[in-house]
C-alpha cells in the first residue's frame, strides 16, 4: 500500500470517529448549550442593567412627590421640579421646566383642583408667574365661585410635545382632579418628542411610546452621563430643539406631526373619561398679521441666480406695502401664481390687502403663510383640526381659542396686541385666554356650572391687571426676553422688524429707571435660570429700591415677586419677609394680617427644613428675621445662628447685626457683646461695621438702657 494511500484513510478513519462522536452526543445537552448560549449576552446585559440602577441610573423621577405630613392630618405634595429633564434626552443640561406647586392630599373640602398641561405658551412665558394665564383664571374662578377654594396646578412645561403631556397627565389623576385644561401642539415639529427636533422620538404614537421605555433603561442613562451631547455656549432652548429646520409644505413630517397630536390627545381625553374627570382641550392661536413666516426654503427649481432676483423682487414689494400697497398687491399677486408654496410670498401679499382694506382676502393669505412656513414653530391648520377633531370624537370640551383670539383682533388676524412673539400670548392675551376657558367652564353641567349672571359680573381685564400686579418692570423683563428670542439668527433675519420693535421697548422702559435700579436690572438679565426658574425681576428691583427707602415703590413688586415662585420655597420666605419690611416702615407697626402672614411664612419654612435640612442658609435667616418682626426674639436665635454658618460679606453684617439685637431683647448682652468683638477681630473689610456695634454696645452699657 503506498503512503498516499495510508494517509487518505487516516484521515477517513479520524473523520468516522469525529462523526460517531457528534452521534453520541445527548440532544438535550446539545439544546441545553443552545440555550445557554443565547441567554448568556440577554443575562450579561441584565446584570449589567441592575448594577448601574444600584449606582441610580434607570427609570424617571416621579412627577409628584410626597412631602411633610402636616398639622391637619394631610400630607403635602408637591410638583417635582427635576421630572422635566426625563423628556430631554440630550442636552440635558437646558431642560424644559415647569412650575412648582404644592396641594395637599386627601383634598381639602370644597376645594376646586385643576390641573393644567401644555407647552410654554400654557405655562404663561414670557410673563412672570403671578401674570400668567392660570394666574388669571384662578382669580376669576375665586370670583365666580367665593365660596370655594380654587386650586390651578399648572403643569405647562417649556419645549414639550404632546407626548410627555400625555405622561405627565397619566400620573396625575391619583391626586382628585375636578377639571383637566390641555393647550398643546405648538411645539409638536420642534419640542421634545417632535417629529423634527433633536429630541425626536419617532414619527408615530408606538414608536413615542418605545423610546420612552427605551430611554428608562439604566444602560442608555449610563451612556447619556458618560458622554453628553455637545453644546455650543449661549444656545437658547429654541435653537437647541431644532432639528430638520426646514420642514416643506408637501414634507410627511406635518402628517406625522398631526397624527401624533390627535392620538395624544386622543389618549388622554380617554383617560380622563375613565376616571370620570372633565377635560377641556384648547385650539391654538399663532401671530399672523405681526409675525413673518420663520422659515426660508427657497424653490428648488431657481438657480442662484433666480433666487436672488426673487428674494430682491419680494424685498422692494415689501418697501412697497407702505408707500403704494396697490402696486404692491398686483405684483405679489403676479408672483404668487409662479411660486403658490411660497410662505413670505404669502405674508406679503396679505400684508398688501390690509394695507387696501381687502381684509377677507387678506385673512386667507395670512393662513396660507402660516400653513407654508417651512419652520412651523406656529401651529398650522393640521394641527388645529388635529385637536378639533380629536376633541370632537372623544368627548373633550372644545375650547376655541384661536378663534376666541381672532374675535378679539382686528379684522380677524392675531397680531402683536394679543401675541409677544410667534405663539405666546402678551399680558392681555394671557387675560383673554384665562376668560376664554373660564366661558367654557361655564358651559359644563354639574358642581363646574358657573351661573350666567356670576359669568357676566366678572370684572373687566384692566382690575385683573392691577389685582394681579401688573407692573413696568415685568413689563421690562418681558421685551428683554423678547429680545433675546428675535436675536436668535432665524428669527432675526425673518423678523428684523420685531427686534427693533422690542429693542426700542428696553430702552424706552430703561430711560425711566435710576441708576441704582438700572444696575439692578442689568445684574437680572445676567442672572442664571435656577432649575428652569429665573428669580424674579419684581423681586430684584424691589431690593434696590428697599435700599433706596422707597418703601411705598418696593413693596408691591415684592409682593408680586412672592407670588411668582413656589409658596414653599426660600425665595417665597424672603420675598414675604421684604414685603412686610416696607409696611413696618411704612406704618411703623404690622397689622394683625401682616403678622399672621409673617407666622404663615414661619410654618411654610418649617416643612421646607423637614424636606430638606440642607436648606440654603437664606431660609433660615428670613425665618429668623420673621419671627423678629413678630416680636419673638427667643425664637429668632437658632435661625439666625445657622443662617451665619454659611453667610458672607454684607450678609452675614446683617445677619450679625439682627442676631445681636434679638441677643440685646433677650437681655444676653455678653453673648451681643462677644459676637461683636468676633467681628472684630475676624470680619477684615468689614470690621469697623462691628466696631460700630460694639461702640453702640458700650454706650448703651454706660446710660443704663
Not at 119 to 139: I, T, Y
Not at 327 to 335: E, G, K, M, N, W
Not at 553 to 570: C, G, I, Q
Not at 670 to 678: G, K, V, Y
Request: glycine share 6%; net charge neutral.
Amino acid at each position: 500500500m503506498s503512503e498516499t494511500t495510508a494517509n487518505q484513510e487516516q484521515d477517513n478513519a479520524q473523520a468516522a470517529t469525529a462523526d460517531n462522536s457528534r452521534r453520541k452526543v445527548n440532544p438535550g445537552r446539545r439544546r441545553l448549550f443552545i440555550l445557554i448560549s443565547l441567554l448568556l449576552p440577554v443575562v450579561l446585559v441584565l446584570g449589567v442593567e441592575g448594577v448601574l440602577r444600584l449606582c441610580g441610573f434607570g427609570g424617571y423621577p416621579p412627577l409628584i412627590v410626597e412631602g411633610a405630613k402636616l398639622s391637619n392630618g394631610r400630607t403635602l405634595y408637591a410638583t417635582n421640579i427635576p421630572a422635566a429633564t426625563s423628556y430631554f434626552s440630550l442636552r440635558r443640561s437646558i431642560p424644559g421646566a415647569f412650575h412648582e406647586h404644592s396641594f395637599e392630599m386627601p383634598k381639602p373640602p370644597n376645594t376646586v383642583r385643576i390641573f393644567v398641561s401644555g407647552g410654554s405658551a400654557m405655562k404663561g412665558f414670557p410673563q412672570p408667574r403671578a401674570l400668567s394665564g392660570a394666574a388669571f383664571m384662578e382669580a376669576m374662578l375665586e370670583d365666580v365661585w367665593p365660596e370655594r377654594n380654587v386650586e390651578v396646578i399648572n403643569l405647562s412645561t417649556t419645549a414639550i410635545a404632546s407626548y410627555p403631556a400625555v405622561d405627565m397627565l397619566a400620573q396625575t389623576l391619583d391626586y382628585d382632579p375636578d377639571l383637566v385644561v390641555l393647550c398643546t401642539g405648538n411645539n409638536e415639529f420642534f419640542g421634545t418628542y417632535g417629529v423634527a427636533s433633536t429630541h425626536a422620538a419617532g414619527r408615530s404614537p408606538g414608536a413615542l411610546r418605545f423610546t420612552r421605555w427605551a430611554r428608562s433603561l439604566a444602560i442608555l442613562q449610563a451612556i447619556d452621563h458618560v458622554m453628553p451631547a455637545a453644546m455650543k455656549e449661549g444656545d437658547t432652548l429654541m435653537e437647541l430643539v431644532v432639528g430638520q429646520a426646514q420642514i416643506k409644505s408637501d414634507d410627511p413630517l406635518r402628517g406625522a406631526a398631526a397624527n401624533n397630536l390627535s392620538a395624544n390627545i386622543s389618549s388622554m381625553t380617554e383617560a380622563c373619561n375613565a376616571r370620570g374627570v372633565p377635560i377641556i382641550v384648547c385650539t391654538l392661536p399663532g401671530n399672523e398679521r405681526d409675525l413673518a413666516p420663520i422659515g426660508t426654503v427657497d424653490p428648488a427649481t431657481l438657480d442662484a441666480t433666480e433666487r436672488d432676483a426673487l428674494a430682491q423682487q419680494l424685498y422692494k414689494c415689501a418697501q412697497q406695502i407702505d408707500e403704494s400697497p396697490t402696486t404692491a398687491r398686483d405684483q405679489l399677486i403676479s408672483v404668487r401664481e409662479q411660486h403658490p408654496d411660497n410662505a413670505r410670498v404669502a405674508y406679503l401679499l396679505a400684508r398688501a390687502l390690509s394695507a387696501l382694506g381687502e381684509h377677507e382676502a387678506a385673512t386667507t393669505h395670512y393662513q396660507a403663510a402660516l400653513d407654508l412656513d417651512s419652520m412651523p414653530w406656529r401651529a398650522p391648520s393640521t394641527s388645529n383640526d388635529a385637536v378639533r377633531h380629536a376633541a370632537h370624537e372623544h368627548g373633550a370640551t372644545l375650547c376655541d381659542l384661536q378663534q376666541a383670539f381672532r374675535a378679539a383682533s382686528d379684522h380677524g388676524v392675531i397680531g402683536r396686541r394679543l401675541m409677544d412673539d410667534h405663539v405666546h400670548p402678551s399680558l392681555r392675551g394671557q387675560a383673554l385666554l384665562a376668560r376664554s376657558i373660564v366661558n367654557t367652564i361655564a358651559s359644563l353641567a354639574g358642581p363646574l356650572h358657573i351661573p350666567r349672571d356670576a359669568l357676566a359680573s366678572l370684572p373687566d381685564d384692566e382690575t385683573y391687571l392691577t389685582r394681579l400686579g401688573d407692573n413696568q418692570y415685568d413689563r421690562y423683563g418681558v421685551a428683554h426676553q423678547m429680545r433675546i428670542i428675535y436675536r436668535i439668527p432665524f428669527m432675526r433675519q425673518s423678523n428684523p422688524r420685531e427686534l427693533d420693535h422690542f429693542e426700542r421697548l428696553c430702552r424706552n422702559y430703561e430711560s425711566r429707571m435710576s441708576s441704582e435700579v438700572l444696575t439692578s436690572a442689568r445684574q437680572w438679565q445676567e442672572g442664571n435660570p435656577r432649575m428652569g426658574m429665573r428669580r424674579p425681576i419684581t423681586g430684584v428691583i424691589g431690593a434696590a429700591l428697599l435700599r433706596e427707602q422707597k418703601f411705598a415703590e418696593a413693596a408691591p413688586l415684592f409682593d408680586v415677586a412672592m407670588r411668582s415662585v413656589p409658596r414653599y420655597s426660600s425665595w417665597n420666605t424672603g420675598y414675604v419677609y421684604f414685603t412686610l419690611v416696607c409696611h413696618y416702615a411704612m406704618n411703623d407697626e404690622l397689622s394683625e394680617i401682616e403678622l399672621a402672614s409673617a407666622n404663615a411664612a414661619i410654618q411654610r419654612g418649617k416643612i421646607i427644613l423637614t424636606r430638606d435640612p440642607q436648606n440654603p442658609a437664606q431660609l433660615h435667616r428670613w425665618l429668623g428675621r420673621l419671627h423678629q418682626l413678630r416680636s419673638e426674639y427667643t425664637e429668632s436665635i437658632g435661625y439666625l445662628l445657622a443662617a451665619r454658618t454659611a453667610l458672607t460679606g454684607m450678609e452675614l453684617v446683617a445677619t450679625d447685626a439682627a442676631l445681636i439685637d434679638a441677643y440685646l431683647k433677650t437681655n444676653q448682652r455678653d453673648a451681643a457683646r462677644q459676637l461683636a468683638r468676633q467681628g472684630v477681630e475676624q470680619a477684615g473689610e468689614y470690621a469697623r461695621l462691628y466696631h460700630q456695634f460694639l461702640q453702640s454696645l458700650n454706650r448703651t452699657a454706660t446710660s443704663g438702657e
